[in-house]
Protein backbone atom coordinates (compact mmCIF):
# COMPACT_ATOMS: atom_id res chain seq x y z
CA UNK A 1 0.00 0.00 0.00
CA UNK A 2 2.52 2.25 1.11
CA UNK A 3 4.71 1.80 -2.25
CA UNK A 4 1.82 2.32 -4.36
CA UNK A 5 1.38 5.79 -2.66
CA UNK A 6 4.99 6.69 -3.27
CA UNK A 7 4.44 5.86 -6.98
CA UNK A 8 1.33 8.21 -6.88
CA UNK A 9 3.38 10.80 -5.33
CA UNK A 10 6.24 10.68 -7.61
CA UNK A 11 4.26 10.95 -10.42
CA UNK A 12 2.75 13.98 -9.64
CA UNK A 13 5.98 15.34 -8.62
CA UNK A 14 7.12 14.34 -12.09
CA UNK A 15 4.32 15.39 -14.35
CA UNK A 16 3.78 18.26 -12.20
CA UNK A 17 0.34 17.61 -11.84
CA UNK A 18 -1.30 17.64 -8.38
CA UNK A 19 -3.52 15.33 -6.72
CA UNK A 20 -7.90 16.13 -7.15
CA UNK A 21 -7.52 15.99 -2.82
CA UNK A 22 -4.81 18.43 -2.89
CA UNK A 23 -7.46 21.16 -4.47
CA UNK A 24 -9.31 21.92 -1.57
CA UNK A 25 -7.89 23.81 1.08
CA UNK A 26 -10.19 24.97 4.76
CA UNK A 27 -10.04 28.18 5.45
CA UNK A 28 -9.73 29.10 9.47
CA UNK A 29 -11.34 32.25 10.13
CA UNK A 30 -9.83 33.18 13.87
CA UNK A 31 -10.58 36.61 15.73
CA UNK A 32 -7.56 38.11 16.46
CA UNK A 33 -9.32 40.49 18.98
CA UNK A 34 -11.57 38.60 21.04
CA UNK A 35 -15.42 39.62 19.92
CA UNK A 36 -14.28 41.16 17.03
CA UNK A 37 -15.49 40.12 13.48
CA UNK A 38 -15.20 42.28 11.31
CA UNK A 39 -13.54 40.40 8.29
CA UNK A 40 -10.57 42.62 8.29
CA UNK A 41 -9.59 42.02 12.08
CA UNK A 42 -9.61 37.98 11.48
CA UNK A 43 -6.60 35.99 10.82
CA UNK A 44 -7.22 33.36 7.82
CA UNK A 45 -5.09 30.54 8.50
CA UNK A 46 -4.99 27.69 5.24
CA UNK A 47 -5.39 24.40 5.98
CA UNK A 48 -4.32 21.96 2.95
CA UNK A 49 -3.78 18.44 2.68
CA UNK A 50 -0.74 16.98 4.90
CA UNK A 51 1.33 15.29 2.23
CA UNK A 52 0.83 18.67 -0.26
CA UNK A 53 1.87 20.44 2.79
CA UNK A 54 5.07 18.45 3.30
CA UNK A 55 5.71 18.60 -0.46
CA UNK A 56 5.98 22.31 -0.17
CA UNK A 57 8.31 22.20 3.20
CA UNK A 58 10.17 20.14 1.60
CA UNK A 59 11.34 22.16 -1.42
CA UNK A 60 11.13 25.32 -0.13
CA UNK A 61 11.90 26.23 3.61
CA UNK A 62 13.93 22.79 3.63
CA UNK A 63 16.09 22.23 0.72
CA UNK A 64 15.76 25.36 -1.38
CA UNK A 65 16.44 28.00 1.31
CA UNK A 66 19.13 25.95 2.93
CA UNK A 67 20.51 25.22 -0.48
CA UNK A 68 20.60 29.07 -0.76
CA UNK A 69 22.26 29.52 2.49
CA UNK A 70 24.64 27.24 2.14
CA UNK A 71 26.02 29.54 -1.72
CA UNK A 72 25.09 32.95 -0.12
CA UNK A 73 22.28 33.82 -2.36
CA UNK A 74 20.23 35.52 -0.04
CA UNK A 75 22.50 38.71 1.33
CA UNK A 76 21.89 40.13 4.40
CA UNK A 77 18.82 42.27 4.52
CA UNK A 78 16.34 39.90 4.24
CA UNK A 79 15.88 37.96 7.68
CA UNK A 80 12.46 36.58 7.26
CA UNK A 81 11.80 32.53 6.68
CA UNK A 82 15.73 32.32 7.29
CA UNK A 83 16.56 29.62 9.81
CA UNK A 84 19.06 31.04 12.67
CA UNK A 85 17.35 34.54 11.80
CA UNK A 86 15.51 35.77 14.62
CA UNK A 87 13.37 38.87 15.02
CA UNK A 88 15.52 39.72 18.18
CA UNK A 89 18.51 40.58 16.44
CA UNK A 90 16.90 42.79 13.63
CA UNK A 91 15.56 44.65 16.76
CA UNK A 92 19.57 45.06 18.17
CA UNK A 93 20.39 46.06 14.90
CA UNK A 94 18.51 48.55 14.34
CA UNK A 95 18.85 49.76 17.97
CA UNK A 96 22.57 50.07 17.86
CA UNK A 97 22.44 51.21 14.26
CA UNK A 98 20.30 54.01 15.57
CA UNK A 99 22.48 54.67 18.52
CA UNK A 100 25.60 55.09 16.75
CA UNK A 101 24.10 57.67 14.39
CA UNK A 102 22.62 59.57 17.64
CA UNK A 103 26.49 59.50 19.15
CA UNK A 104 28.23 60.92 16.12
CA UNK A 105 25.36 63.11 15.14
CA UNK A 106 25.37 62.02 11.82
CA UNK A 107 21.71 62.32 9.82
CA UNK A 108 19.53 59.08 9.49
CA UNK A 109 16.71 58.33 7.59
CA UNK A 110 15.02 54.84 7.68
CA UNK A 111 12.23 53.31 6.68
CA UNK A 112 10.39 50.55 8.16
CA UNK A 113 6.95 49.06 6.77
CA UNK A 114 5.57 45.85 7.86
CA UNK A 115 4.60 43.88 5.29
CA UNK A 116 1.03 42.93 5.94
CA UNK A 117 -0.62 40.20 4.42
CA UNK A 118 2.39 39.41 2.30
CA UNK A 119 1.26 35.85 2.17
CA UNK A 120 -1.96 36.69 0.34
CA UNK A 121 -0.35 39.17 -2.03
CA UNK A 122 2.13 37.27 -3.91
CA UNK A 123 1.10 36.36 -7.66
CA UNK A 124 1.77 33.08 -8.18
CA UNK A 125 3.34 33.40 -11.35
CA UNK A 126 6.07 35.93 -9.70
CA UNK A 127 6.18 33.66 -6.84
CA UNK A 128 7.23 30.42 -9.18
CA UNK A 129 9.56 32.53 -11.02
CA UNK A 130 11.76 33.56 -8.21
CA UNK A 131 11.13 30.21 -6.39
CA UNK A 132 12.81 28.70 -9.82
CA UNK A 133 15.57 30.93 -9.94
CA UNK A 134 17.14 29.75 -6.52
CA UNK A 135 16.28 26.51 -7.70
CA UNK A 136 13.29 25.02 -6.88
CA UNK A 137 12.64 22.29 -9.58
CA UNK A 138 10.38 23.61 -12.51
CA UNK A 139 8.31 20.73 -11.94
CA UNK A 140 7.56 21.55 -8.46
CA UNK A 141 6.82 24.65 -9.05
CA UNK A 142 4.34 23.75 -11.85
CA UNK A 143 2.28 21.35 -9.87
CA UNK A 144 2.30 24.43 -6.75
CA UNK A 145 1.47 26.89 -9.30
CA UNK A 146 -1.75 24.56 -10.99
CA UNK A 147 -2.78 23.21 -7.50
CA UNK A 148 -3.51 27.50 -6.55
CA UNK A 149 -5.31 27.92 -9.43
CA UNK A 150 -7.56 25.07 -9.13
CA UNK A 151 -7.93 25.24 -5.20
CA UNK A 152 -11.59 25.07 -3.99
CA UNK A 153 -11.72 26.65 -0.50
CA UNK A 154 -14.16 26.03 2.21
CA UNK A 155 -14.96 28.65 5.19
CA UNK A 156 -14.57 27.28 8.53
CA UNK A 157 -15.84 29.49 11.84
CA UNK A 158 -17.37 28.63 15.33
CA UNK A 159 -20.35 27.61 13.57
CA UNK A 160 -18.98 25.30 11.30
CA UNK A 161 -17.54 24.24 7.54
CA UNK A 162 -19.33 26.78 4.96
CA UNK A 163 -20.83 24.30 1.82
CA UNK A 164 -20.23 26.17 -0.79
CA UNK A 165 -16.51 27.33 -2.09
CA UNK A 166 -15.06 29.85 -3.87
CA UNK A 167 -11.94 29.24 -6.31
CA UNK A 168 -9.90 31.47 -8.49
CA UNK A 169 -11.16 32.75 -12.02
CA UNK A 170 -10.38 34.73 -14.91
CA UNK A 171 -12.28 37.63 -14.01
CA UNK A 172 -11.38 37.14 -9.63
CA UNK A 173 -7.93 36.32 -9.46
CA UNK A 174 -7.20 34.49 -5.68
CA UNK A 175 -3.39 35.62 -5.34
CA UNK A 176 -1.17 34.16 -2.62
CA UNK A 177 -0.30 31.13 -1.13
CA UNK A 178 -2.52 31.66 2.59
CA UNK A 179 -0.69 31.72 6.10
CA UNK A 180 -0.38 27.66 6.48
CA UNK A 181 1.18 26.41 3.40
CA UNK A 182 4.89 25.00 3.96
CA UNK A 183 6.63 27.29 0.94
CA UNK A 184 4.94 30.77 2.43
CA UNK A 185 7.58 31.96 3.69
CA UNK A 186 10.39 31.06 1.32
CA UNK A 187 8.17 31.93 -0.68
CA UNK A 188 8.25 35.57 0.44
CA UNK A 189 11.92 35.14 0.71
CA UNK A 190 12.86 34.58 -2.41
CA UNK A 191 10.65 37.83 -3.53
CA UNK A 192 11.90 40.07 -1.45
CA UNK A 193 15.43 39.54 -1.88
CA UNK A 194 15.94 40.52 -5.17
CA UNK A 195 13.89 43.73 -4.80
CA UNK A 196 16.31 44.41 -2.29
CA UNK A 197 19.59 43.60 -4.18
CA UNK A 198 17.84 45.94 -7.04
CA UNK A 199 17.19 48.34 -4.64
CA UNK A 200 20.93 48.27 -3.07
CA UNK A 201 22.38 48.70 -6.57
CA UNK A 202 20.04 51.31 -8.19
CA UNK A 203 18.99 53.28 -4.99
CA UNK A 204 20.99 56.16 -4.54
CA UNK A 205 19.53 57.20 -0.56
CA UNK A 206 18.21 60.21 0.43
CA UNK A 207 19.89 63.71 -0.02
Known amino acids: MLSAYNVII ?3 LKLGTPLHRWEQSI ?11 RINRLR ?3 IYEADYNLILKYFW ?22 PLCNADNVAL ?18 FQNDAIGCFDRMIPSHSMLNSRKFGVPDQVCTLHAKTLNNTKYYIKTALGTSTKSYTSTAE ?3 YG ?28 GIN
Open 10 to 12: NAA
Open 27 to 37: VLMIEKEKNNH
Open 44 to 46: VIN
Open 61 to 82: PHKTTQFAERNDLLGENQWGGR
Open 93 to 110: IDEMNTECHRMTCCTLCT
Open 172 to 174: SKI
Open 177 to 204: QGQGAGSSGSSWTFISVPMMTTHNRRGT
